[in-house]
């Protein structure tokens, strides 16, 4: 563009908006110099980075353009009195601040309220609602999105390339710890269900998190200080290293039973090209994940948050378990305390693990029959006979007896030990017959994509306030409720770090 012509448009821009002459002028320059003569050998990568460069500069000449405006534009208030109930009685202009924002750090200016022997109030930047941090609620919740996804140091790159801006590892730590503050009190709206009466699933695990020593439970603690090491560069046989700590995962869940019920022969043992029936189907899932919380504490935000999907206790409620049985103690006490009855079903999976092992006993290694034993067995216990099958492996045991104190003999005794205990529990008949699932994939999934795949990065050691706003927010955007989360935290912060600092609101609203 000839240089008479860009003159006059900046001039232009200058008289209906002082200031927007620097603005166009930029953009004209930027188009003007890359589309030029002069820049005929630059390739259409060499263009785009240019622009991505200096387009973002010109966006922060826009927001600082913009906010200058604003300062210029803001009226005096009659009367601003703090939470204190004291009376600023000067003000000030020109009291400035800086925010990085997506674009780069623009400066902030507003008035400053004033008198002897109390604290400044900005009112403006209630009106902007403008974070404590330096960093603006978009750079913010970028931090949290990219940290979801991968390391810190992940996240830091992907900031950089995406906006220029470059946030230390601990302040990205500080704004996901930050943004979870508000997790705690956090209830989503209820997802409609696909039909009334849809039964209603719990189920709770745990997962270890590596952790910083301080971070450990005190018995965990206890037991790393004692332990006794067989080398000094590696650990021994069966030694763990003791740094973990449990995080309690539990999940709430809608079901669409199966069309058809299933026969346990459509579970297990199906013949060549036999096609898997159709299963049931979870709905609306929500998660939550706990590390500074115990597990009955866990179990009883979970049923919390069921009974929010069904107040009257009208739908049939099903508690899918791995067998831990201190697990589901505290699960049946919870379920009596609030009057419901509640159908608690064991993994199907784990007895299948069991029977496997125990096949092992009976059976000489790769022997195709154990195959077969197995699938004997799972099939009476899937049509309700755990007792028989408990009777034929106590019959196998005494006609072909382990040598005492062997594995054979301990694997055998923890076999029909878990057998007898989960007899109550083992109800699949029903559970087939009504559609339900059998299986604890739900919950386990939600553990290795809450819980394993972000915070078992290799090498990372988890302080535990970390830990558990990391946990929080993942379990948050698991369940699909990161955007409304994000604007209920927004709102959170707007009440704390402003509204809150005033007798009354009525200086934000004007």
């Not at 997790?183 to 009466?197: I, L, S, T």
Request: aromatic share 6%.
């Amino acid at each position: 563009m000839e240089g008479y012509a860009v003159r006059h448009l900046v001039a232009s821009a200058e008289g209906v908006q002082p200031g927007l002459g620097v603005l166009v002028g930029g953009l004209l320059s930027l188009v003007s110099e890359l589309g030029g003569a002069d820049a005929g050998g630059l390739t259409f990568d060499e263009i785009e980075q240019q622009v991505i460069v200096r387009g973002r500069e010109v966006l922060r000449t826009a927001l600082q353009q913009v906010l200058d405006v604003r300062a210029a534009g803001e009226r005096r208030l009659a009367h601003v009195s703090g939470a204190d109930g004291v009376v600023r009685t000067r003000a000030e202009r020109g009291h400035a601040r800086t925010v990085v924002s997506w674009f780069g750090p623009v400066v902030v200016r507003r008035m400053a309220y004033r008198t002897v022997g109390a604290g400044n109030l900005y009112p403006a930047d209630g009106v902007l609602n403008l974070p404590v941090r330096r960093y603006s609620w978009q750079i913010q919740r970028a931090v949290v999105m990219y940290a979801l996804a991968g390391s810190y140091e992940q996240a830091q790159l992907w900031l950089q390339a995406a906006t220029g801006v470059s946030v230390g590892k601990q302040q990205l730590e500080q704004i996901v710890a930050g943004a979870a503050r508000d997790a705690p009190g956090f209830c989503p709206v209820q997802p409609e269900a696909a039909r009334p009466g849809l039964p209603l699933v719990i189920s709770v695990d745990g997962k270890g998190v590596a952790m910083r020593p301080e971070a450990l439970r005190a018995e965990t603690a206890r037991k790393a200080r004692g332990r006794t090491r067989a080398f000094r560069s590696r650990l021994g046989t069966g030694q763990k290293a003791g740094h973990t700590r449990i995080a309690e995962v539990g999940v709430v869940f809608d079901v669409q039973p199966a069309p058809v019920a299933r026969v346990p022969e459509q579970i297990l043992g199906r013949g060549p090209g036999q096609a898997r029936p159709a299963g049931p189907v979870a709905l609306n899932r929500w998660y939550t994940a706990e590390i500074t919380a115990s597990r009955a504490q866990t179990i009883a935000k979970v049923f919390d948050q069921a009974e929010r999907r069904d107040p009257g206790h009208d739908r049939p409620w099903i508690a899918l378990a791995d067998g831990d049985l201190h697990q589901i103690g505290v699960i049946r006490a919870e379920a009596a305390k609030r009057g419901i009855t509640i159908t608690i079903l064991v993994d199907f999976i784990h007895v299948l693990e069991y029977l496997w092992k125990a096949a092992w006993c009976f059976h000489p290694s790769g022997d195709r029959a154990a195959e077969d034993w197995v699938t004997t067995q799972g099939l009476a216990i899937l049509h309700g006979q755990a007792a028989e099958v408990i009777t034929t492996i106590e019959a196998l045991a005494t006609t072909h007896p382990p040598s005492p104190g062997r594995e054979h003999a301990k694997i055998i005794h923890r076999t029909l030990g878990y057998l007898r205990a989960k007899q109550p529990y083992l109800d699949y008949p029903t559970a087939l017959a009504s559609g339900w699932p059998i299986a604890t994939g739900v919950i386990e999934g939600a553990c290795r994509h809450l819980v394993a795949d972000r915070m078992a990065i290799t090498g990372a050691r988890w302080s535990l306030p970390g830990a558990q706003a990391m946990l929080w927010i993942r379990a948050i955007h698991a369940s699909g409720d990161l955007p409304t989360y994000w604007t209920h935290h927004i709102r959170q912060e707007h009440h704390r770090n402003h509204l809150s600092h005033y007798q009354t609101n009525l200086a934000l609203a004007a």
